[in-house]
Structure formats: C-alpha cells, structure tokens
C-alpha cells in the first residue's frame, strides 16, 4: 500500500507539505544511470516519507545520456530531466533548481558516497 500512495506522489497547488527535490548531477553516465535512477528511485518510494522529485541534471553528455534522464522521466513519475550545453557540476546544480517547476527550492543535495558509484560500474 505505501509503495502505491507512494507513485501517487504529487504536491497539491497550495499545498504546504514538504516536497524533497534530489538533484543528480551527471556526465556521460549512459551505461548506469537507468539502473541508478530507478534504485533511488525504488528507495525514496518505498522508505521516503515525503513527496520527492528526482532531477537529472545533465551536464554536456556526449554519450546518450540526456535521451536516457528523458525516458527516466517518462517511466517513473516524479523523475525529470534538465540538460546543459556546458559541463560544470555547481552550473547542472544552479541550472536545476532555477528550472520553472512547482516545486519549492531545494535547502539540501545529497551526494553518492564514492563506493555507491564504483560499485554500480
């Protein structure tokens, strides 16, 4: 039952309930980033207590990257992605929580400790 409210996710107009956003930086991340999207994505819904959007934030990917952050966003509500022409993590990050969203600005990032992201290579 929580994982079904959870996939109804979506913040009223209005509404005063905290919605979290988790900005992912990425770069050339092709061969991964489904798989990594959809684990926390699974987490967050599954073990989060509030409303969350996922933003992929792609930054000057040459790899297919930006079409797979797109089809995430098709896929799994509450993922959507933003693409850069100019690589820079702190500018993807900037250029993230600046895009038009109805969703309130972001006051914490969290990033993968390094082990999580070897692991999954």
């Known amino acids: 039952m929580r994982r079904a409210a959870a996939r109804e996710r979506q ?3 209005g509404s005063r309930d905290p919605l979290v956003e988790v900005t992912v930086p990425v770069y050339n991340e ?3 980033l489904a798989h990594s999207i959809r684990q926390l994505h699974s987490y967050l819904t599954g073990h989060f207590p509030f409303p969350f959007v996922i933003t992929i934030a792609d930054n000057a990917s040459t ?3 930006f079409a797979i952050a797109q089809q ?3 896929e799994l509500p509450g993922v959507r992605a933003v693409h850069l022409d100019r690589k820079g993590r702190g500018l993807a990050l900037r250029h993230a929580w600046a895009a038009p969203t109805p969703i309130s600005s972001p006051t ?3 990033t ?3 082990a999580w992201t070897r692991s999954s290579r």
């Open 63 to 65: 790899d297919g990257t």
């Open 30 to 32: 092709a061969k991964v």
């Open 108 to 110: 914490w990032t969290p």
């Open 112 to 114: 993968c400790p390094p």
């Open 72 to 74: 995430m966003g098709i």
């Open 11 to 13: 913040r009223p107009a």
